[in-house]
């Protein structure tokens, strides 16, 4: 009980200090702390932590101005973007932090859009288009960004009318109307089925000399697909090439992407068998699309007969392929199959890193193939990049839970050799399994270990 009342007062402490080093708190970076003579230098983490705190004060407390005042803040740009971003599922407290910042500060546009995807996102339209003549009265503009994501996010609750609105407001908020805005009242257009009246902003873009891009192409056919009109979105990208508006990718590609949105798996699948019984391959980009969700739906061997049969064809897989099908194969027990995918991207000149080999390690593990999982792990330290920390406690996590506790503490050792701390619950796994298996002198070593890096 006295220890636990100990350390309570030394985080409050530590919780105070922290938060008073944002006194010297800096509009650029971090590092620039170090440069305030009067005040030692903050790590990452602890500002990181002080944000955190403030921004528990903001979503926590009911009257947070008045803790706040007590703090002496100094408050900047990076401060309010960072602590509106830490609350941006709250968007009354957010907008009360940010009325309290402006007598502290002047803002910049950046905080400004950070508030307005706060309040539109959770519909708080009143609030926002309060927020918006604000920036209009300090002769701050919206970017495009930010006009299409109110766009977007009115066609997602329904509220068309409102998002035709904006977008004919566009020039007064200082935005030109760019394809990136087009495309997010297109998108809009579709959320509600609206498709004449996606045509007709087509025909505009046309007649504006606005050149459409792959997104452009992809909100209409996924809209169509979504809707069971396949028939029409084939229409629509003939109509779009006679007229001489090819898309970036292939017309196949943006129907099997389409369907995969809508949520057609199987027509995507059998669209696929067809293309490749023709001879033809799908973009490695529309591949990877499929490939991921068809992993995900857990049919695995279909998507390594495509694997083989498209590379036989001239596929040319990339790093995102390989990330996908390792880790499905290997959570499915086929480590053969893992190893040559590995292999495979080795040769297409990717070096092996923890997501890549992680995976099979731990498959390995499962089934108590342990010899073999270490000295893949040793070869992998060798050829690959240094394992990162999820890496070292999975493979304690599965020593551990396989009784091979000597080895789990050999690799927590060795983990923090590397500059690696590892977390509680691998140290509490290993001293236990070490005491149960009569290694008394090794598990208090280890307890002695976790005592010094904790610094207790």
């Known amino acids: 009980m006295l220890r636990s009342t100990k350390l309570l007062s030394q985080f409050q402490a530590r919780s105070h200090d922290i938060v008073c080093s944002l006194k010297t708190l800096s509009s650029t970076s971090v590092r620039n702390y170090a440069s305030v ?5 903050i ?10 705190h403030i921004s528990n004060i903001v979503r926590r407390e009911i009257h947070p101005e008045r803790t706040l005042n007590s703090m002496c803040i100094s408050v900047n740009s990076e401060l309010v973007f960072r602590v509106l971003r830490a609350c941006s599922n709250s968007p009354i407290e957010s907008l009360r932090f940010f009325s309290w910042a402006q007598s502290n500060y002047l803002p910049t546009s950046v905080e400004y859009e950070e508030l307005v995807k706060i309040l539109i996102r959770h519909r708080k339209y009143e609030s926002l288009w309060k927020t918006i003549q604000q920036m209009q009265k300090q002769n701050l503009i919206l970017s495009g960004n930010t006009v299409s994501f109110i766009i977007e996010e009115y066609g997602k609750h329904g509220l068309i009318d409102q998002a035709v609105e904006v977008f004919n407001k566009c020039t007064g908020f200082g935005c030109k109307q760019t394809v990136s805005v087009y495309n997010s009242l297109l998108f809009a257009l579709c959320e509600v089925k609206m498709f004449h009246g996606a045509y007709a902003l087509i025909r505009r873009m046309i007649r504006k000399a606005v050149e459409p891009d792959k997104r452009t192409y992809a909100i209409l056919v996924t809209g169509w697909c979504s809707a069971g ?13 006679k007229k001489g508006f090819n898309p970036p990718v292939r017309g196949r590609d943006l129907l099997i992407e389409g369907l995969l949105n809508a949520g057609y798996l199987e027509s995507a699948k059998e669209m696929v068998r067809k293309m490749i019984k023709e001879g033809f391959i799908p ?11 068809i992993c995900t739906s857990g049919e695995v061997d279909f998507c390594i007969d495509m694997y083989c049969s498209s590379c036989k064809l001239g596929l040319c897989p990339d790093l995102n392929t390989y990330k996908i099908l390792v880790p499905a194969v290997s959570k499915v027990g086929r480590i053969d ?4 995918l590995l292999n495979n991207s080795i040769e297409a000149g990717y070096r092996p890193f923890p997501s890549l080999y992680a995976p099979i390690i731990k498959a390995m593990c499962r089934k108590g193939q342990f010899d073999d999982a270490f000295s893949f792990f040793g070869e992998m330290k060798v050829k690959g990049r240094a394992p990162n920390r999820p890496v070292y406690t999975m493979l304690i996590t599965m ?19 590397f500059g690696l701390v ?5 140290f509490d796994m290993v001293t236990d399994g070490l005491k149960n298996c009569g290694k008394h002198d090794l598990a208090k070593r280890i307890e002695w270990l976790e005592i010094s890096l904790r610094d207790v």
């Open 422 to 426: 590892p977390i509680s619950r691998c």
């Open 283 to 293: 973009d490695v980009g529309t591949f990877n699309s499929l490939v991921e969700t």
């Open 337 to 340: 199959e893992a190893f040559r």
């Open 229 to 241: 009109k396949m028939r029409e979105a084939k229409e629509f990208l003939e109509e779009m090439s």
């Open 43 to 52: 790590s990452k983490d602890d500002y990181f932590a002080a944000i955190q």
């Open 399 to 417: 020593c551990g839970r396989g009784g091979r506790f000597v080895e789990a503490a050999n690799y927590l050792v060795e983990m923090t050799e």
């Open 37 to 41: 003579p009067q005040s030692p230098p």
